[in-house]
């Protein structure tokens, strides 16, 4: 079978963005343009002269893919070749979250009509597993280590979808890739309403978490399970629809004793208050979304 | 020799430097324009964005970014799927933008973007000097300087001539000293569309985001290809030189106005004294050699049009029989205290059979007003060394003592 996205490419065995352009081209089919900024996603699929991607592919700064997929659907319309090609820049969380957040944020206050997919695997995975605004609490990286005097990363979640939200986006949703059918669903959906749409896609990075490549897509379904990673729909600010976890909600050790970034919270002195704080993230996210 | 004057008089308007150049750019049809506001080029963006709203731009795309760094991002992606671009900046909005303007050159986008030259912090200072282009030297852009008005205008339709053309697909940036051109009234010959249309072919990019034809656009390039990709950059900027000269005389044959191509001469033939410069300067230095050849004095100038590519031949083919030539900047090389054009003119001699001292006069930094008198001691200066060989090669002729 043939897919838009080819495999050959040259991410990790286990790779998570591999999986989530996967799924995205699946939904798009083949008339998209696809923006990409720096990443793991852009190096490991465009090694001059090769290239994975099915569909036209423009790779262009860290910083700036949201400005670029502007560029892309307003050059389009003036071209009049607007009307069927869709408009999707798809990033990591640190070229989303952090560094290319201005342009993200103008594109959507200007309204243009395209999706943006964030795959967040929860740190600088191609510059080597530091933290960014997507990186949870507790989680130890390169920059935000466990020590004697730390417990890792200090901070929660930076809340992207809510910030989008704000931005007066008509659809913005979260998705996993351990659940492909409902992230292609909502991809598709995202293509299809009118305006600047968001795509939130939880990706576990078998290299930067530290777990067996075999276990990529069960650690994606514990973070949904724990209730560590809500999915739910926002139409026009509201939410219109949630993943019910039910009968398979897990508590928090089973999804974070898996990976090595949180190794620390179980061997060092103080991990069960951490992993009662962690527990508790979990617990208001099942308040708050009514995940049972 | 420059031709602009005694044609088409009938046909002149008095309008701002600013909205002249909106004006070309309307009438080079552009697909995408995309520009943050800055003074002193926001009078430009104005202009564009009063005729987008009067419907005077068909097919086109006016995107208010929230940046300077997004109007160029913005512009890649819209030059990426064939539309022609615009963007216009400077200063600091320029220093910003340094990173995409490496990218659009890599990419051999030929977006054409007007900088209206300003001096940049710190200390803040509006007003202009050239420090901004000139700290974008290396990026793999054109870059042309404006003397006047009339030459902002129609540089801008020869940019793009310059730009799209399949041998050189590289971005140019129109330079235009701030607020001495970019706010000055003149009368001028606001570019005519029929003519327009004659001289500047529709942008027909051979490659393009197209899902039909899906090609990856930014690829990375590891060591065993990055090389060949700054080798092709370079020869698009060789290709450029003999272009620039086209796109001047084509469009002389089209409007009649000539300004010189690379590079352009007053009084030069017996000159024993060259002074070089860029952009608005150039008219007081006209001024002053008209003064100085009533003298007596065997003073001209060579006007430099393109300082990217740096045209060497053109250069040198002035300067040769030259007993002394003076490189003026409004811009320094701060750690070298020269400025970029005297320091360039000076390395192109290098190994060369042409032997002509060469000195550097830096003047007009932050706006510093040059009158006459200026130039006038830089060619005394010129003098001396003619007599008694270099004393000072490289200084500021406007410097005041009494502030230090």
Redesign the interface.
């Known amino acids: 079978m043939s897919f838009l996205f080819e495999a050959g490419h040259r991410g990790c065995a286990g790779c998570c963005d591999a999986m989530v352009a996967k799924f995205v081209l699946m939904a798009a089919g ?4 696809v ?1 990409s900024p720096t990443g793991c996603l ?2 490991m699929t ?6 994975s ?9 860290f ?2 893919a ?16 607007f009307e069927k ?1 869709k408009v999707i820049a798809m990033g990591g969380d640190g070229a989303t979250l952090d560094i290319g957040m ?2 993200i ?2 594109a959507f ?2 309204g243009h009509d395209m999706t943006y997919v964030c795959i967040d695997n929860e740190a600088y995975m191609n510059t080597g597993v530091q933290r960014s605004g997507a990186t949870p609490f507790d989680a130890s990286t390169t920059t935000s280590p466990a020590g004697s005097e730390s417990f890792g990363n200090p901070r929660p979640k930076k809340d992207m979808p809510a910030i989008m939200a704000a931005h007066g986006s008509p659809y913005i949703a979260t998705c996993s890739l351990g659940y492909p059918k409902d992230l292609i669903k909502k991809v598709k959906k995202a293509l299809e309403v009118e305006g600047p749409t968001y795509i939130h896609a939880h990706a576990p990075c078998t290299t930067g978490w530290g777990f067996d490549t075999s276990k990529t897509v069960e650690i994606a379904k514990l973070a949904v399970q724990t209730g560590l990673w809500p999915l739910y729909e926002m139409e026009d600010g509201e939410i219109t629809s949630v993943k019910k976890i039910g009968k398979q909600k897990k508590p928090v050790e089973d999804y974070l004793k898996m990976q090595r970034r949180f190794k620390h919270l179980f061997t060092k002195e103080g991990g069960d208050e951490e992993l009662k704080k962690i527990q508790a993230l979990a617990d208001e996210n099942i308040v708050k979304f009514g995940l049972e | 020799m420059a031709v602009i004057r005694d044609l088409n008089k009938d046909k002149m308007d008095v309008v701002e430097g600013s909205y002249a150049v909106a004006h070309s750019v309307k009438v080079c049809k552009p697909n995408v324009i995309s520009a943050y506001p800055i003074t002193p080029q926001t009078h430009i963006v104005e202009d564009l964005s009063q005729f987008m709203a009067d419907g005077e731009i068909p097919n086109c795309e006016y995107i208010m970014v929230e940046s300077e760094f997004s109007a160029l991002s913005a512009l890649v992606g819209s030059a990426a799927v064939g539309a022609r671009c615009y963007s216009a900046t400077t200063s600091q909005g320029l220093e910003l933008m340094h990173e995409i303007l490496f990218n659009v050159s890599g990419m051999r986008l030929p977006i054409v973007m007007t900088i209206a030259n300003r001096a940049v912090s710190a200390p803040i200072n509006i007003w202009n000097d050239q420090q901004d282009s000139i700290s974008q030297r290396d990026t793999g852009w054109i870059q042309l300087y404006a003397e006047d008005l009339q030459e902002a205008s129609d540089m801008t339709a020869q940019a793009y001539k310059i730009a799209e053309d399949k041998d050189v697909m590289l971005p140019a940036m129109v330079c235009m000293d701030g607020f001495i051109l970019s706010h000055v009234y003149e009368p001028l010959v606001l570019l005519e569309q029929d003519l327009v249309d004659e001289y500047l072919p529709p942008y027909n990019p051979e490659l393009t985001l197209d899902s039909k034809n899906p090609m990856t656009f930014g690829a990375f390039a590891d060591p065993e290809s990055y090389t060949e990709f700054r080798y092709l950059q370079q020869k698009a900027m060789n290709n450029a030189l003999a272009k620039i000269e086209e796109a001047a005389s084509d469009f002389q044959k089209v409007f009649g106005r000539y300004y010189g191509g690379l590079v352009d001469e007053y009084e030069t033939e017996d000159a024993e004294i060259i002074l070089m410069a860029m952009g608005s300067v150039i008219g007081t230095i006209k001024d002053t050699i008209d003064a100085l050849r009533a003298k007596g004095v065997k003073v001209g100038l060579l006007k430099v049009r393109s300082f990217r590519p740096f045209p060497v031949e053109a250069i040198h083919n002035v300067i040769k029989n030259a007993k002394v030539v003076v490189a003026i900047d409004k811009n320094i090389s701060l750690g070298l205290n020269e400025g970029a054009l005297f320091t360039e003119t000076k390395a192109s001699l290098y190994n060369t059979s042409i032997d002509v001292p060469v000195i550097g006069r830096m003047i007009g930094h932050g706006g510093r007003d040059i009158p006459v008198s200026t130039i006038e001691k830089i060619v005394d200066e010129a003098a001396n060394v003619m007599k008694s060989g270099i004393s000072v090669e490289s200084q500021y002729a406007d410097l005041k003592e009494e502030l230090l």
């Open positions: 083949e008339d998209c343009i923006i852009e190096v465009t090694p001059y002269p090769e290239s991607w099915g569909v036209p592919w423009i790779h262009s700064l910083e700036n949201g400005s670029v997929a502007s560029g892309v659907e307003a050059g389009l319309k003036a071209l009049g070749k090609t201005r342009g944020s103008g206050e200007r």
